[in-house]
Nanobody
Framework: VQLQASGGGLVQAGGSLRLSCAAS????????MAWFRQAAGKEREFVSG????????NYADSARGRFTIPRDSAKNTGYLQMNSLKPEDTAVYYC?????????WGQGTLVTVSS
């Protein structure tokens, strides 16, 4: 099983990035998916999640209104579309796939937002 996160990089404040999480080795369409992030010196925190069918989403207050979490189960890929980025969004972003008690993590992708 592998979750390959990609799409991070350096962007100016106000810009956008789209992170991708490509899953292999699992039936991704049966997994809920979430994104977490961890800034330097801080604990990992929840950013956004989407149900396995895609019908339910939720967002941290810091992400609501700026981020969306689409998924394409046919491509075994989930995304995190991040708009209006702020310097405080700088962190390593991790994708997570969950099916009942089974959870898999991607390796993380670094997002740096400059002011």
């Amino acid at each position: 099983v592998q979750l390959q996160a990609s799409g991070g990089g350096l962007v100016q404040a106000g810009g956008s990035l789209r992170l991708s999480c490509a899953a292999s080795g699992i039936n991704f369409s049966t997994y809920g998916m979430a994104w977490f992030r961890q800034a330097a010196g801080k604990e990992r925190e929840f950013v956004s999640g989407i149900s396995w069918k895609g019908g339910a989403t939720n967002y941290a207050d810091s992400a609501r209104g700026r981020f969306t979490i689409p998924r394409d189960s046919a491509k075994n890929t989930g995304y995190l579309q991040m708009n209006s980025l702020k310097p405080e969004d700088t962190a390593v972003y991790y994708c997570n796939a969950v099916h009942f008690l089974v959870s898999y993590w991607g390796q993380g992708t670094l997002v740096t937002v400059s002011s």
